[in-house]
């Protein structure tokens, strides 16, 4: 087995890295023409911590290792964060990313399971994502495997009932395997998450649900990083939840913080703009 877990990158690595993903997904949006940037961008720091800071454990030449962790994409319209950081991984040819949502392609606007390597579960449906979670991890323990599962959501996304039942079903069952990580941009489709359904206090919630809370600034690597590190070793029962503050469309300066990126595309003059700025370069403001 390739343990992913060995030779994580440096801090440096890593920033530059998830700069790279960010391109990847201002890239194949623009060329689709279609699909979801701005909560893209706001958890693409998340999941290149996971895959490349030495936290999960997977094998891109073995995507059904019984041994891996599993990450679960609850957002399931964050799909191209999630193809750029397979990609990377080496599930996937990088050059299919231009693929997206193409007709015939497998990269479709939210991850399918059977047609993508690495994608574990088919979501989309908000809301789902921590219920699909909670069964992997109950089946897991049963195994008595030490692999860890990983679901990311959206502060949006915890506006669906379903949400809460997982909450509470993952407490009772004392799901110490299990670790929740909300991408807390503040955003959705609608406007300002607190004007459209205020959530309040998401620590404050999962924690009075019995679970184990901690928060992290999610566009530091080396603070997710250690994080989630932490949160594999957990060897308590206690399912853990990380809230990581982000910003929507974070690393594009005309998209940061605007709820009409969450399903717009760029247009080729806008993509060129945001990669001249990924870049370094002049010309990224519009």
């Not at 909300?182 to 359904?197: E, K, S, Y």
């Amino acid at each position: 087995m390739a343990d992913s877990t060995q030779g994580a990158m440096t801090p440096d690595q890593l920033r530059a890295t998830a700069q790279g993903l960010r391109a990847d997904i201002i890239d194949m949006i623009c060329k689709a023409k279609s699909g979801h940037p701005g909560g893209s961008l706001s958890c693409i720091d998340i999941l290149c911590a996971l895959y490349f800071g030495g936290v999960m454990r997977y094998d891109a030449a073995d995507p059904e290792l019984p041994a891996r962790d599993r990450f679960i994409l609850a957002k399931g319209h964050a799909a191209p964060a999630l193809y750029a950081t397979l990609a990377k991984a080496g599930f996937i040819p990088h050059d299919e990313l231009g693929t997206l949502r193409k007709l015939g392609s497998r990269l479709q606007g939210h991850p399918d399971s059977s047609l993508v390597p690495g994608v574990e579960v088919s979501t989309g449906s908000l809301g789902q994502g921590l219920s699909i979670a909670c069964g992997l991890a109950c089946g897991l323990r049963l195994d008595g495997s030490g692999s860890t599962v990983f679901a990311l959501l959206g502060d949006g996304e915890c506006e669906e009932g379903q949400v809460w039942e997982a909450a509470m079903f993952a407490a009772h069952q004392r799901l110490g395997n299990l670790v929740a990580i909300i991408d807390a941009n503040g955003l959705q489709i609608d406007g300002a998450v607190c004007d459209v359904c205020d959530p309040g206090d998401l620590g404050a919630k999962f924690a009075a649900f019995g679970w184990k809370v901690s928060s992290v600034d999610g566009h530091d690597l080396g603070q997710l990083v250690e994080a989630f590190r932490q949160a594999k070793a957990y060897d308590g029962n206690a399912p853990q939840a990380i809230v990581a503050r982000t910003v929507k469309g974070k690393g594009v300066s005309f998209m940061e913080g605007q709820c009409g990126w969450h399903g717009k595309a760029p247009s080729e003059a806008e993509a060129d703009a945001a990669l001249s700025e990924l870049a370094g370069t002049e010309g990224g403001a519009l």
